[in-house]
């Protein structure tokens, strides 16, 4: 079936660690994105990308990378320079003047 | 900047009853609008989204939303709840690139009586 596949669905991760968000797409959409959602505070982009090798910034990028090396493929790395990285993860794949298709998302844990 | 206002944190219906959840949007020109519903620990699923032309539009599962230049309102209706409509459901839009760049509202979550 087509979707959006994140991995892994919980992640636990130790004070200085970096940790790395997997989300693969085979839907053949050209844009991918991370966004963040915190409780009470809807979601807020991270990273988006809308062709392969090219990426920008969202609204709160700091601490966080990406790399859009395959068009399926939009890892996210959590830096240690995240302070406070505990969130649940959602990943999206969309072509122009369509809507976003959404992962299940990864919940993020700092222990 | 573009922002999205949903107004209620909680709402509380009876199941049966008729559902109206607000959004309210800031933006100069005509925005692509959407809603999305979650459920707990999932990710979101498109309940239906406005381009252009007709302003009432209908969604999956019986929700319909109306948008409202002049209110810059896209709010969310249904005639009669379900309790497995219990859920969060977001407002949002995107004014910049049609690429699904998406301004979120916080969410509004949904709570279903018996």
């Known amino acids: 079936d087509g979707g959006i596949t994140q991995s892994p669905k919980y992640l636990f991760r130790k004070e200085g660690q970096n940790v790395t968000l997997s989300c693969e797409q085979n839907l053949n959409h050209d844009a991918m994105y991370w966004y963040r959602q915190d409780p009470g505070q809807g979601l807020r982009l991270i990273y988006y990308s809308q062709i392969v090798n090219d990426f920008q910034k969202g609204d709160i990028a700091e601490g966080y990378s990406v790399s859009r090396e395959k068009k399926e493929s939009f890892p996210l790395t959590v830096t240690s320079a995240q302070k406070n990285p505990t969130a649940f993860y959602l990943c999206?794949?969309?072509?122009?003047?369509?809507?976003?298709?959404f992962g299940q998302g990864t919940r993020l844990t700092v222990v | 900047a573009q922002s999205v206002t949903q107004p209620d944190i909680h709402i509380t219906v009876s199941e049966g009853a008729s559902l109206e959840l607000r959004c309210n949007y800031s933006y100069g020109a005509t925005p692509y609008l959407f809603w999305y519903v979650q459920s707990p620990g999932q990710g979101l699923q498109l309940l239906l989204k406005?381009?252009?032309?007709?302003?009432l539009v209908q969604g999956i599962k019986g929700f319909e939303a109306e948008f409202k230049r002049s209110q810059s309102s896209f709010n969310l209706r249904k005639p009669s709840v379900h309790w497995s409509d219990a859920a969060e459901y977001f407002c949002?839009?995107?004014?910049?690139?049609?690429?699904?760049?998406?301004?979120f509202g916080t969410g509004t979550r949904l709570l279903v009586s018996p």
């Open positions: 406005y381009f252009s032309g007709d302003t």
């Open positions: 949002a839009v995107d004014g910049d690139t049609g690429f699904q760049k998406l301004v």
């Open positions: 999206a794949s969309g072509d122009i003047e369509s809507e976003a298709f």
